[in-house]
DNA sequence: GATTCTGGTTAATGGCATTAGCTTTGTGGT
DNA sequence: ACCACAAAGCTAATGCCATTAACCAGAATC
């Protein structure tokens, strides 16, 4: 019996393939050990469980995520920093669907990677927002706000919850540019004092 | 035997107390069986399988939606009318998790109180909108921009994605203020002609 | 070269969904 | 009242998937 050479690595990575090919919802220990030439059980020798893989592919999809926002925007700052975050975010939902969804996941605090990944995240949102003034809590808010719309709009796009026809590049266009507003006119304290 | 006298509005009734007490993914035929205390083949006298049950309860839900958000903002406008519009959204999200979620499943042509449903949600909206000075083309973007910062927060917020712990309620208001700033400020036209 | 660890195997168990086929209960027509 | 039939339940059978246990071969280490 020859040793397929299999590691965690690699088992994520072919369930990332799997959930980005059939969704999330489709993806199955007995898809990925198919595809990998290797019979069910064997993958609990790299990987816990069904559950302990989906972490391992939120981990996996989140540094992905976050290095391809990060890409994105270094070098810019103000309204392109922001229309190339969202770009490249929307970007990433499209191609790799199943591993976005996997972003979901709450981060697990026992997987230090994770956790890295998320704070790697908040980072790089602070500094785009730092060009528009916001800091601290109200940094906080508006990034609550921004992914919101972000993750609104690529997850109902991806479950086509938009029912109408119109051009969907033009919507998204559009609410990234009332993003941009809404950062140029955030409030200074809250509630409003006057 | 004694007749368990169920009914299609019954099982879908039960399925959504199931997915909102333990989330939608544990929806399962089996446990919405056991708690109307009948054998999981009878449910199919009553729905087509698992896949229909989910179908089923995304229309119960979403004309539930619907009706709160329609009851929140009747004879209100502008402002007072998006703020209501997200504070009801947002109440029944969290009041019925597992209902909001079925919500997502794209409406199935072949079932017209679904589509009915979803075609009753696009009028509120865009009634809410007119307020605005927005309709047709100029309705459906901004639809799609509030749409989707709404379901992004009340989405993330169901899955613990928001790590840090600072006010929830302040960030949604703040948001829902940002919506309306965005709104009242919306262009004319797009790309903008300079 | 013997030992030990590791990455694989097959077998067994249990949950769930689905389909088929049977039985009982209501109900409607005569 | 009675008979027939449709509807609503049931049990049994099948199959997929996840998980655990027990086993085996190959690689590495001493």
Redesign the interface.
């Known amino acids: 019996m020859p040793r397929a050479g299999l590691t965690p690595a690699i088992v994520v990575a072919e369930a990332a393939r799997v959930a980005d090919e059939q969704g999330l919802d489709r993806l199955t220990l007995a898809a990925v050990a198919q595809q990998l030439g290797v019979s069910l059980p064997s993958l609990y020798k790299h990987v816990r469980g069904l559950d302990g893989l989906a972490q391992q592919l939120a981990t996996r999809a989140l540094t992905e995520l976050t290095e391809r926002v990060t890409d994105a925007t270094v070098g810019l700052s103000g309204t392109a920093a922001v229309r190339a975050m969202a770009s490249a975010y929307r970007d990433y939902a499209r191609t790799h669907p199943g591993s976005y969804a996997a972003t979901?996941?709450?981060?697990d605090p026992g997987d230090p990677a994770h956790v890295a990944a998320?704070e790697r995240t908040?980072r790089v949102v602070f500094a785009v927002l730092a060009a528009y003034g916001l800091e601290g809590?109200r940094a906080?808010?508006?990034t609550?706000?921004l992914?919101?719309?972000?993750?609104?709009?690529v997850?109902?796009e991806a479950?086509?919850?938009?029912?109408?026809p119109?051009d969907?590049n033009?919507?998204y266009?559009?609410?990234v540019?009332?993003?941009d507003?809404?950062l140029r006119?955030?409030?200074e304290s809250?509630?409003p004092t006057g």
Do not use: E, K
């Open positions: 979901l996941r709450a981060p998320a908040v809590d906080i808010d508006a609550r706000a992914r919101s719309a972000l993750h609104g709009f997850t109902l479950a086509h919850g938009f029912g109408l119109q969907l033009r919507s266009d559009l609410m540019d009332a993003l507003r809404s006119t955030w409030p809250w509630p």
